[in-house]
């Protein structure tokens, strides 16, 4: 990573206007840990470039993970808004309403992340997990089961499973699935 990093600095020094050299710095960065740095030039590269939906996606996903959810969420409906195809960023910001509490519209969000992708398994263990929050536990274990059999060795997947059976307390199928997740 600090290989990159340097490439991408030495970029930025040669093109300072060339947004996609401070995505990819922000991306490095973030992947090093510095979340702070990579936000910084995941705005420049906003600012280069406003209509780049995976930088904002990126900068989205940065400023989560700092507990920023009003501008990640701000920053994924930009993202869709300039690609209403993008599925991790539906994903992304199904994912950042559930913790908002708004789980109505965190539903929508995975499930046009479904409908654009029908094998992102991640989209189905989201949605099971919110559809158990809902109390919708058929409709769980329909997602879940889903996400399953996309991805058989997908531990979230099960351990998702898992709890919605002890929701409905089915213990011992709720354990096999633990189980499995545990593999």
Do not use: W
Request: charged letters at 25%.
């Amino acid at each position: 990573v600090d290989e990159a990093i340097e490439c991408y600095q030495r970029a930025i020094e040669l093109m300072p206007d060339y947004a996609n050299a401070h995505h990819n710095l922000g991306m490095a960065l973030y992947k090093k840990g510095e979340a702070d740095a990579a936000i910084e030039h995941y705005r420049k590269a906003i600012e280069l470039d406003p209509n780049h939906a995976s930088v904002r996606n990126s900068l989205g996903v940065a400023l989560y993970q700092k507990n920023k959810l009003d501008e990640a969420i701000e920053q994924y409906r930009q993202a869709i808004a300039i690609h209403a195809g993008y599925v991790s960023a539906h994903d992304n910001l199904g994912i950042a309403l559930k913790q908002q509490g708004n789980l109505e519209e965190a539903s929508h969000h995975f499930l046009q992340a479904i409908q654009l992708r029908p094998d992102y398994a991640n989209a189905y263990i989201n949605l099971g997990n919110t559809m158990r929050e809902l109390g919708k536990f058929e409709e769980a274990i329909a997602y879940c089961q889903e996400a399953i059999r996309l991805q058989p060795t997908n531990s979230d997947a099960h351990n998702t499973y898992g709890c919605v059976l002890v929701d409905l307390a089915r213990f011992e199928d709720a354990i096999d699935c633990y189980e499995e997740a545990i593999r």
